[in-house]
Every structure is written in C-alpha cells, then in structure tokens.
C-alpha cells in the first residue's frame, strides 16, 4: 500500500501533533514527520517518523471517541503471543504502535503455506479467531515474516470459519479501485484448499485434509452472512455495494465450485 503525504488529504488533523507530543512530552513538532495511510475504517492511520532518533512508528487516531479499550487490551494480550504490532503508547484518543517494516503480503505458493502456519500458531496459542485475515491484514518484512495486525473482529476460537473467510477474501482486492467487487476466479482452488490445510493441520494424512477442507467450504455461506450484517450497520456507498457483491455470492455454490 503507498503511502500519500498529509498536507494531500483534506481534513482536520491539527490535534495529531498535540497528541503524539502528548505521548512524546520531549519531542519536539519541527522532529516529526507524519505520513497518512490511507483507507481505515475507524481510524486515521499515520507513519510517524522522529527525525533525530531515526525511528518509525504507527499512530492511529480513532475517529469516534468510542471505547477502544477492549481493543487495546486484545492487542496486548496477542504481543504477549508475538501476534501483532507492539502498543507503546494508548489514550482514549489513539494509540502508538511499534512500526512494522513490511508491505502486504503477495499471495504466492510460499506464503500461502507461510500463513496457514502463522494461522495455526495463531489458533494454537491464543485460542481465538482472527476473523478479518487478508492481505491487507499481513504484513510481510523483508526476512520473509509475516505479521497479523487488525484484530479488531477477533473472537471464539473456530478454526474452519476464520479459514473459509480467508478463503472470501481471496476473491476481494481492497486496494483497487472497485474494492467492493468479488472475482470468483480467485477463490482457491481445491489443489491450493487441500496445500493449506495440510499446513495448517500439519498433517500428510489425506483423509484429514480432505475433511478439513470439506468442513472449511461449508461454511463460506457464514462469511458472507457476517459482512452483509456489518456492512448493513452504516449506510455508505462502499457498504451498499458490498452487501450486493455479498449477496451474490451467497447465491453460489461454493461446494460444487471447489469439489466438482
Ligand atoms: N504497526 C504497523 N506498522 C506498519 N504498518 C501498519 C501498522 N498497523 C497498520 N499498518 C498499515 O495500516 C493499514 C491499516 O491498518 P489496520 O490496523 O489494518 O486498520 P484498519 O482497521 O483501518 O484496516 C494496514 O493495512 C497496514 O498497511
Ligand atoms: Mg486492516
């Protein structure tokens, strides 16, 4: 994702500064440089780089004074596990994370195993669902690690439903222009369904992964069902057209899709 410079976005950021030296009392305004990140749907999310120290950060400034407390408290109990940016610093205006040095992860033979291992770990040691895993949402750095973030929709551990909606996202490019749009073609393929269950059951078995899989794409019907509820919780245009999208899929088989 690129990174576009502040003064190129309208809106009214001038309390960021005031916030950040509120968690940097020593820092001085003239050391900072603030890049925005675009896109965030609950918060602004800027680069924060200090000049004389030469370290980077990431700066989420909450749009709505809604309690982010919880958030904030599943965060660190997924640092606690190696899951996640490190939070630094945390008001109820917004909060600095560590900077992760990384970029999207490509969705390629090896990482597509690297994730399935990273998902496992990830159910395995925090016995919770993620519930939003895209490629938005891992960040790979230049050794090849992945990182999850966002974790905002974490929940009850539920293995075959975090990787079905996975799977959903396959089919959805955030980044591009019709972000809303779903290309069915993109949806995993049964050879690439049964490689990542068998990394993430990390098992040779067949009849396993075959049943892992099964049991993954029956419930691709929940995920749909879950973002149409979101989306239907705020009018926008995204969201009015990402229901349609959704509801079109729900109109698909994805069992035959994948198995026939
Ligand atoms: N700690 C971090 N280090 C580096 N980049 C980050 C970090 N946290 C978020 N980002 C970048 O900002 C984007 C949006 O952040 P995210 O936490 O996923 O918020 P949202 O809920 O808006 O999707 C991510 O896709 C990633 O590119
Ligand atoms: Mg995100």
């Not at 918060?43 to 990431?58: A, R, V």
């Not at 090849?144 to 966002?150: V, Y």
């Not at 975090?162 to 069915?184: Q, R, V």
């Not at 009849?207 to 899989?213: D, G, H, R, T, Y």
């Amino acid at each position: 994702m690129g990174l576009i410079s502040l003064n190129k976005i309208s809106g009214n950021y001038s309390d960021v500064y005031g916030n950040i030296l509120s968690f940097f009392p020593t820092w001085k305004k003239k050391d900072i440089v603030l890049t925005r990140i675009p896109m965030g749907l609950s918060s602004y999310n800027f680069k924060l780089d200090h000049l004389p120290t030469q370290k980077s950060y990431l700066y989420k400034q909450y749009k709505k004074k809604k309690l982010k407390d919880m958030e904030v408290k599943m965060l660190r109990f997924f640092n606690k596990f190696n899951f996640g940016a490190k939070v630094l610093f945390s008001s109820p205006i917004g909060r600095i994370e560590e900077w992760i040095d990384g970029k999207k992860v490509v969705i390629n033979s090896v990482n597509w195993i690297l994730i399935a291992r990273e998902l496992a770990r990830f159910h395995r040691e925090c016995r919770l669902n993620h519930n939003d895993l895209h490629a938005e949402n891992i960040l790979q750095t230049k050794n090849k690690k992945l990182h999850f973030i966002d974790f905002e929709f974490n929940g009850k551990l539920d293995p075959s439903y975090d990787i079905a909606n996975f799977f959903c996202e396959m089919m959805f490019d955030y980044d591009s222009k019709k972000p809303h749009k779903a290309d069915l073609k993109r949806f995993p393929k049964l050879d690439q369904i049964k490689l990542f269950c068998g990394h993430y059951l990390k098992t040779g078995n067949k009849n396993k992964i075959m049943a892992c899989a099964k049991k993954v794409i029956s419930r691709v019907p929940e995920s749909h069902h879950f973002w149409i509820k979101w989306a239907e919780s705020s009018n926008t245009d995204f969201n009015r057209k990402y229901i349609k999208t959704r509801k079109e899929m729900l109109e698909i088989n994805f069992d035959k899709l994948v198995f026939m």
